[in-house]
Nanobody
Framework: QVQLVESGGGLVQAGGSLRLSCASS????????MGWFRRAPGKVREFVAT??????????ADSVKGRFTISRDNAKTTTTVYLQMNSLKPEDTAVYYC????????????????????WGQGTQVTVSS
């Protein structure tokens, strides 16, 4: 059973940086497409970034392009997915969720929330102005 655990959230001033991490307490995630989504107060959950199983292919939302970078470390026994967030803005304030979807395609990725089968509990990111 895939169980995702996010970490790295917190309170930061506008212009600052944070790095979120996502790992599985169960099987390795090396064969899973990974994605980051976020839900701001009063809004629906939205796509932030996604990365293929190989890590060679990525995509991100226009609102974070040039500021956020998704990456992954497919180590032998565990996989960790990162979201490096730079130049943070107050509108980036949200709960950030990590999602996973099994895939046999090395360069497949998806920005569609319903495509993901597993989710973490979320980590709060608050950006003050």
């Amino acid at each position: 059973q895939v169980q995702l655990v996010e970490s790295g959230g917190g309170l930061v001033q506008a212009g600052g940086s944070l790095r979120l991490s996502c790992a599985s307490s169960g099987p390795t995630l090396s064969n899973y497409v990974m994605g980051w989504f976020r839900r701001a107060p009063g809004k629906v959950r939205e796509f932030v970034a996604t990365i293929s199983t190989s890590g060679a292919a990525t995509d991100s939302a226009d609102s974070v392009k040039g500021r956020f970078t998704i990456s992954r470390d497919n180590a032998k026994t565990t996989t960790t997915v990162y979201l490096q967030m730079n130049s943070l803005k107050p509108e980036d304030t949200a709960v950030y969720y990590c999602g996973a979807r099994y895939s046999s395609g090395a360069d497949y990725y998806t920005s569609v929330e319903d495509d993901y089968h597993y989710w973490g509990q979320g980590t709060q990111v608050t950006v003050s102005s």
